[in-house]
């Protein structure tokens, strides 16, 4: 099967953006970290010598960083003992990256931490890149000697560098084939200076035949690139049609396309349903935040309890196995500030389905399990799940609330 698919085409056009101004090779910028939100601290300098460092640029609305999250985390595992540490950065906002990384669990096993700006400016801009996700190997020396997608060869990579069998030059010239070919992909897309775009067209069909399988280990195919590239664009045409609530006969119309002219290794009938699902999902999603919206007025300062109990009813009724919903709807219930009439037993309902769907897998669930639970009295209860939640948590603040709840539900307080 190909492995340039969809979104390694955006990587590929991500590429051609800025010429680089760093090189493979160049001494590694330190890291510029705000906060960690799983592992760490990591300082790059402690490992001289004696750490290679892979640092990871992501983010949780990136569908293909989400992807590569598992894999990432098996890498962890397999290179661990042989002196490599992975960490995954990102700029967005500390609250949503923690529920995304809770979420995750175990399948995200390796430090994660919100960068403070410089981190960003030291390895994606100094090297021209704008796709994400985007890998770079740090060696012992402190080098930056690989980069790129974190799927496309870094184990390979690892094992080389580790070894002592990695080639730098090789890997150079690697580096300069896919930014050539993020170029001749971003003129294709913009059908800008096809005189340009042939130039890069035969450069690219001379470096296949020099080199070999040029295009992440495949065959550089320029008329088969560039009808992936014209299906790519559908594809996201028709995503956004489904978006913007286009009548079905422009969607059916849409899809006979697709189908028509999806390459033999792209299951169609299963990027429908998963495409068709997570719509489903994001308005259902909607749905219960409007519905909780409404709710949460109810129960608030100037509240109507009859309409507070008729809304609980449909928060009760709701048949979501959405756990990161049902846990911010509990959590909210029990400790909102603008919550004035807490529906203790709605809450543990809410918080016991959010256990399940994660299958007492997730520390910040637990937590909030644990709190439903002594609230409506289970004293007992409460303890034995925040210590289940204690076990499985990792970072360090989290683990200093979850402590204090502890010891107030231990000692029969309140947990404010």
């Not at 009724?317 to 037993?345: F, P, V, Y």
Request: aromatic residues 6%.
């Amino acid at each position: 099967m190909k492995k340039l698919m969809l979104s390694s085409l955006g990587c590929l056009i991500a590429l051609a953006t800025n010429s680089l101004a760093a090189e493979l090779g160049d001494p590694a910028q330190p890291l510029d970290i705000k906060e960690w939100i799983k592992g760490g601290p990591v300082d790059l300098s402690t490992g001289r010598g004696k750490t290679t460092y892979v640092v990871e640029f992501w983010a949780t609305w990136c569908p293909p960083c989400r992807t590569s999250i598992p894999h990432l985390t098996e890498m962890q595992k397999q290179f661990k003992d042989k002196g490599v540490v992975f960490m995954g950065v990102t700029s967005e906002k500390t609250e949503v990256v923690r529920k995304f990384v809770d979420k995750m669990g175990d399948q995200m096993d390796y430090a994660v931490a919100i960068d403070a700006g410089g981190t960003s400016k030291g390895y994606m801009e100094a090297y021209g890149v704008q796709g994400i996700p985007h890998a770079f190997v740090v060696s012992k020396e402190g080098k930056v000697v690989w980069r790129g997608h974190p799927m496309d060869g870094l184990d390979k990579a690892l094992e080389k560098i580790i070894e002592g069998k990695y080639d730098m030059a090789a890997e150079k010239k690697r580096a300069s084939i896919q930014e050539k070919l993020g170029e001749y992909v971003q003129l294709t897309v913009s059908g800008e200076s096809p005189e340009k775009a042939a130039q890069l067209e035969t450069e690219l069909i001379a470096l296949e035949k020099e080199f070999g399988n040029i295009m992440n280990g495949e065959k550089f195919d320029p008329a088969d690139l560039k009808k992936r590239v014209a299906f790519g664009q559908k594809v996201m045409k028709y995503q956004q049609a489904l978006v913007s609530g286009k009548d079905e006969a422009d969607i059916g119309a849409l899809e006979r396309e697709l189908e028509a002219e999806a390459p033999k290794d792209f299951d169609f009938k299963v990027f429908k349903e998963n495409v068709k699902k997570a719509m489903v999902q994001r308005k259902e999603s909607m749905a219960i935040q409007q519905l909780f919206t409404r709710y949460a007025k109810a129960v608030g300062e100037d509240g109507d309890a009859e309409k507070a109990a008729e809304l609980g009813k449909e928060l009760a009724a709701l048949k979501t196995t959405n756990a990161e919903i049902l846990n911010s709807i509990a959590w909210t219930i029990l400790t909102g500030e603008d919550i004035k009439q807490r529906d203790t037993k709605l809450a543990l309902d809410l918080a016991r389905r959010a256990v399940d769907a994660t299958e007492s897998r997730n520390p910040s669930v637990l937590d909030t399990y644990a709190r439903a639970l002594f609230e409506t009295g289970d004293r007992d209860g409460a303890i034995t799940q925040q210590k289940k939640a204690l076990e499985l948590a990792e970072d360090e603040d989290e683990k200093a609330e979850m402590q204090a709840a502890l010891a107030k539900y231990t000692a029969g307080g309140k947990a404010k």
